[in-house]
């Protein structure tokens, strides 16, 4: 079974403060791997993709990418409460079209 | 920018009733795609639409879905016989290329089945 696991959460984090965000995968084919925001009732929105082990950076997020242990992250650096939303996290192993999703961790900051 | 857009925002229906949920993909964009989104529950997919034929599906796109690129813009869901289980917020993305490639995502249709 190909799964995308993530803490539901919420994750609670002040503002200001550095918020991390992890998902692991269960298919070592997975090849891209994808963050999206969505906020309550909308759509996904992309935040960051990653192909390549190690970090990739825009601006005040951090997507991080270990392959070998199946684990992606998302740092949010200097989180403001319109950061408050639900990630997910969505992998596509390459060889297919489908994104396999996570369920998503709910993220709050605190003002 | 461009992005996908999706009609109409909200579908209510009466069970066993077809509904056509309608999209307008990004307008460079090749790859098209359906996803649905249960409330509370994760995102799921549907099928995936390449060069006027479906490239992918999954196990919950059965004979009751049908998809459809009726003209150059527009890319359509059917869905023939509605259930009550197929409430949900339904979303179009489509990519420029395919697999590993960004996915765009419209703003959904939600589609409440009475």
């Known amino acids: 079974q190909k799964e995308v696991e993530q803490n539901s959460g919420p994750l609670s984090v002040p503002e200001g403060a550095i918020a991390s965000l992890n998902c692991t995968y269960s298919?070592?084919?997975?090849?891209?791997f994808f963050w999206y925001r969505q906020y309550s009732g909308k759509s996904p929105e992309l935040i960051m993709f990653i192909y390549s082990n190690g970090d990739k950076e825009d601006g005040r997020f951090t997507a991080q990418l270990n392959k070998a242990s199946q684990y992606v992250s998302l740092l949010i650096r200097d989180s403001q409460p319109s950061d408050s939303a639900t990630y997910l996290c969505?992998?596509?192993?390459?060889?297919?079209?489908?994104?396999?999703w996570g369920a998503g961790t709910k993220l709050i900051i605190k003002p | 920018e461009p992005e996908v857009t999706q009609t109409p925002s909200h579908q209510v229906t009466q069970m066993g009733q077809e509904v056509i949920l309608r999209c307008v993909p990004i307008s460079n964009h090749l790859y098209f795609y359906w996803y649905r989104q249960i409330l509370g529950q994760k995102v799921e997919f549907l099928v995936s639409f390449y060069n006027n034929e479906i490239s992918e599906k999954s196990e919950i796109f059965d004979d009751q879905f049908s998809v459809e690129r009726p003209d150059g813009s527009n890319f359509t869901l059917k869905i023939r016989s509605t259930k009550l289980e197929d409430s949900a917020m339904y979303f179009c993305?489509?990519?420029?290329?395919?697999?590993?490639?960004?996915?765009?995502f419209g703003p959904g249709t939600r589609l409440l089945v009475l």
């Open positions: 993305a489509s990519s420029e290329g395919g697999a590993l490639e960004t996915q765009y």
């Open positions: 298919d070592r084919g997975s090849q891209s």
């Open positions: 969505a992998v596509n192993r390459g060889s297919n079209y489908q994104l396999i």
